[in-house]
């Protein structure tokens, strides 16, 4: 008896497990009034609930003509109420509840110079924050409204198993190492090879019995300069040209 009983809690909480887990890449901080809370991106639920339940108005969401918004105003301060009929599709079973909140729609500051301000989107607000209330009931992002998400080590564990951890930056690539351009090389010629291309040079050389190594000499002082190595020819004698 006592395992059926387990087994049948467990089904009962089959959809409240499935959906109690938040990814903390679709939340963020916020205040309301003097609280710090932990506010679900709204499309993130309707993306959820879709997978779980079905498309939204047919397996799940606010009843057609349910909705109603009521104004009271007090002091300065007008107050809108939402009430709605939420419904959900579970297998063969359809559920239905009451869904509602509230909203300042008009109010004026207290600090400074007080102004009036009027909240043109109170409508949408409401709807959503009922919305997320239903969902709620249901088990979808259960471990915020547990309060799991004001212990830093569950977050962390969250953002582990969803697979969202800030991936650290790569590190730079070292600089390529320049290689320095090779040094343009002069290119000499051999001396003798080089002075036999002029056969006035050569005559001249024999003319004053220059050996070759004279004449490598005498290049290579002119620095290949035919200009200068005909005067210094032409201004000298020396013997021993072989």
């Not at 309707?46 to 498309?55: D, I, K, Q, Y």
């Not at 606010?62 to 009929?85: D, H, K, P, R």
Request: aromatic share 10%.
């Amino acid at each position: 008896m006592k395992e059926d009983k387990k087994s049948e809690e467990k089904n009962n909480l089959e959809l409240w497990e499935k959906v109690c887990k938040t990814d903390p890449a679709h939340t963020k901080k916020a205040k309301i009034g003097q609280h710090q809370i932990t506010a679900i991106d709204a499309h993130y639920q309707v993306m959820n609930a879709t997978r779980e339940l079905g498309s939204y108005g047919i397996g799940w969401g606010i009843e057609a003509g349910t909705s109603t918004f009521t104004e009271s105003i007090i002091g300065q301060t007008v107050l809108v109420s939402y009430q709605g009929i939420f419904f959900y599709k579970l297998g063969d079973d359809v559920g239905r509840f009451d869904i509602c909140s509230s909203i300042k729609k008009a109010y004026m500051t207290r600090q400074g110079t007080p102004y009036l301000v009027v909240d043109d989107e109170y409508a949408k607000k409401l709807m959503t924050d009922a919305m997320t209330k239903a969902l709620s009931k249901l088990g979808f992002n259960a471990d915020i409204f547990l309060g799991k998400f004001d212990d830093n080590r569950y977050v962390a564990q969250m953002k582990e198993e969803f697979g969202n951890q800030v991936t650290p930056a790569p590190e730079p690539t070292p600089a390529k190492k320049q290689t320095p351009a090779p040094q343009a090389t002069t290119y000499e010629p051999d001396p003798i090879e080089w002075i036999k291309q002029y056969s006035d040079l050569t005559d001249a050389c024999k003319a004053k019995e220059m050996t070759m190594k004279m004449v490598a000499e005498i290049v290579n002082e002119c620095g290949f300069d035919y200009g200068r190595i005909k005067a210094k020819l032409d201004g000298g004698t020396t013997n021993g040209f072989k």
